[in-house]
Each structure stands twice: as structure tokens, then as C-alpha cells.
């Protein structure tokens, strides 16, 4: 922990003088709250101030020492930061967007940790530590919004051959409701009836024969004679067998 580096420093000076060792307390002080809200998973308010006022505060000879432990926090704050937009913005609807918002965000969110310039020391918003982060976070980004892409148009194939499927499906279903009415019709036959029909040479008698799914029936007829000639005659002689019709019905 950050407060045992400090204690550690404290015994490398152990022969300073009282106002070091003074320094060294107020340092830890300052830096233990700090570590325990990092820990917490909290970012620290106006972070980069207060590194800036506890390096002052530890003079030249502690200064560079301080800011190490310092810029660790820093470091792991900027880590939180990437991690909170990132679960902000991976589930935006427009993910172009979102990547240029999120960098943004995380360059004026960051803009409150990084400690202000001092002479003699390194900036903190420069180098790989901030680069990595920043370049972490869009990675982050793009990476759900390619893996979100993906998903949907798997989802959009699945619903697709889904679709197709059914549709075969159902024609399959009609083909064999239709072949199974017909197998239906074989087995109990269609409509059908055998006819038949005799005329007795010389007279005017016919027979006609009918059969029709178990029902039989027997016709008797006595039928004019076509024959014109005969026809007319029969008219000047009187009405006979030849030019006289009768039908006779007998079921079975």
C-alpha cells in the first residue's frame, strides 16, 4: 500500500531532521483517504489539485517520491474511468457516436485527475499510462459494438431460416393433407354406377339396367317406334305398341 511506501521513505530519512519527518506524516495523511477511496472503486475529487498541494507540500527532498505514489493512484483511477464509460456507452444505439462521446467524456473527466504541472517533474496526461487507457476504452467500445453487429446479424440469419423452414414445413403439411384425401377417396370410392340397357328385336320393348353403389334397379320400357314413316302411320291407324310409351321402375 501506498501508506507503507511513505513509511518507508520515512525510514530511509530516519536521520532527518524533525520538520521531514513531520512532512512525511502530513504526506500520509493526505495520500491514505485518497487510496482507500481508490480501493472502493471510487474516483477522488478534484484529484489532481490536491496530488499538486501534498507534493508542495513535501518539499524538495520528498517530492519526487510523493509523486510516484501519487501517480499510481492516477493511474488506477484513469482504469476506473475507462471501466465506468465503458459500461455507459457499450450498449448505446449508435456506436460511432458513442466512441467519439466516450473519448470525450474520458478526456474532461480525466482532465480533473491529472495533476497540474511542476517544475522538475513529468506531466501525468502524457505517456503510456493516459495513452493506454484513452486507447483502452475505444478498444473496449468497438469491440462490443462489432460483437453486437454479430449477434444481430446472427439473430436476423436464425429468424430467416426460421422462417424458411416453416414455410417448407407447411407446404409439406398441405402436400400430405392433400395426398391423404386422396388416398381417402381411393379407399372409399367415388361416386360410380354400371348402366346397361336391351332392346327386344321387333317390338317396342327395352331393358335398361342400372347399378349404383349397392342400389340396383331394373327398367321396363315400351318406346315409340323412331322410325317416321311408321310414326305417322301410327297416327292414321290408331295408337299400338309401336308408337305407345311405358316405363316401368323395379329397384333392387
Known amino acids: 500500500a501506498l501508506g507503507l511506501a511513505v513509511c518507508a521513505v520515512g525510514a530511509q530519512a530516519e536521520d532527518a531532521s524533525g520538520p521531514v519527518s513531520d512532512v512525511l506524516r502530513h504526506l500520509n495523511a493526505e495520500i491514505g483517504p485518497m487510496e482507500q477511496q481508490v ?6 475529487p478534484k484529484f489532481g489539485q490536491r496530488a499538486a498541494a501534498a507534493i508542495r507540500q513535501a518539499g524538495p527532498e520528498l517530492e519526487r517520491a510523493a509523486d510516484g505514489m501519487l501517480r ?3 493511474l488506477r483511477q484513469l482504469a476506473l474511468l475507462r471501466q465506468q464509460l465503458a459500461a455507459q456507452f457499450e450498449k448505446a444505439g449508435t456506436p460511432v457516436e458513442a466512441v467519439t462521446q466516450a473519448d470525450e467524456l474520458f478526456v474532461e473527466q480525466a482532465a480533473d485527475l491529472v495533476r497540474p504541472s511542476v517544475e522538475g517533474l513529468a506531466d501525468w496526461d502524457v505517456g503510456k499510462g493516459y495513452d493506454q487507457e484513452r486507447d483502452a476504452l475505444r478498444a473496449a467500445l468497438q469491440g462490443a459494438f462489432g460483437r453486437d453487429a454479430a449477434l ?3 439473430r436476423a440469419q436464425a429468424a430467416a431460416t426460421q422462417q424458411s423452414t416453416t414455410e417448407v414445413i407447411s407446404k409439406l403439411q398441405s402436400q400430405m393433407e392433400t395426398l391423404q384425401t386422396k388416398v381417402a377417396n381411393l379407399r372409399a370410392g367415388s361416386p360410380w354406377f354400371l348402366s346397361s340397357s336391351y332392346r327386344i328385336p321387333g317390338t317396342p320393348v327395352q331393358l335398361i339396367g342400372r347399378w349404383q353403389q349397392n342400389r340396383g334397379s331394373l327398367e321396363f ?3 315409340p317406334d323412331k322410325d317416321p314413316a311408321n310414326s305417322e302411320a301410327g297416327f292414321v291407324s290408331g295408337v299400338g305398341p309401336a308408337n305407345l310409351g311405358l316405363t316401368v321402375n323395379v329397384g333392387v
Open 39 to 44: 480501493d472502493a472503486g471510487h474516483i477522488v
Open 72 to 74: 499510481v493512484l492516477f
Open 152 to 154: 444481430a446479424r446472427g
Open 221 to 223: 320400357s315400351l318406346s
